[in-house]
Nanobody
Framework: VQLQASGGGLVQAGDSLRLSCAAS????????LGWFRQAPGKEREFVST????????YYANSVKGRFTISRDNAENTVYLQMNNLKPEDTAVYYC?????????????????WGQGTLVTVSS
């Protein structure tokens, strides 16, 4: 699976951004597609995942209620709508794909990664 992320930028606290991740190379019926982020000096952390087949979604507590993950089956694209952004959301955001088995919260099970897109939230 090839993944191409886009949509990052510089925004102010309280603003919104939508990240996109276009997937190609395989059918996604047996995959989970997720977003992770990595802030400077910190480890990469789970943000959200969607199970392509069912549309089931999972979120980190830190973004629940502010971020929404969704998919477009026709475009093979997953989106991350980020509302009410906070300075602590500043990070490089990565999209990733894994076979539907295995934990969605950890980077290990994810076999495919896109390039990162930088989100900077100023206070």
């Amino acid at each position: 699976v090839q993944l191409q992320a886009s949509g990052g930028g510089l925004v102010q606290a309280g603003d919104s951004l939508r990240l996109s991740c276009a997937a190609s190379g395989r059918t996604l019926d047996t995959y989970d597609l997720g977003w992770f982020r990595q802030a400077p000096g910190k480890e990469r952390e789970f943000v959200s995942t969607i199970r392509w087949s069912s549309g089931a979604t999972y979120y980190a507590n830190s973004v629940k209620g502010r971020f929404t993950i969704s998919r477009d089956n026709a475009e093979n694209t997953v989106y991350l709508q980020m509302n009410n952004l906070k300075p602590e959301d500043t990070a490089v955001y990565y999209c990733a794909a894994k076979y539907y088995s295995g934990s969605y919260r950890y980077t290990g099970p994810y076999d495919f990664w896109g390039q990162g897109t930088l989100v900077t939230v100023s206070s």
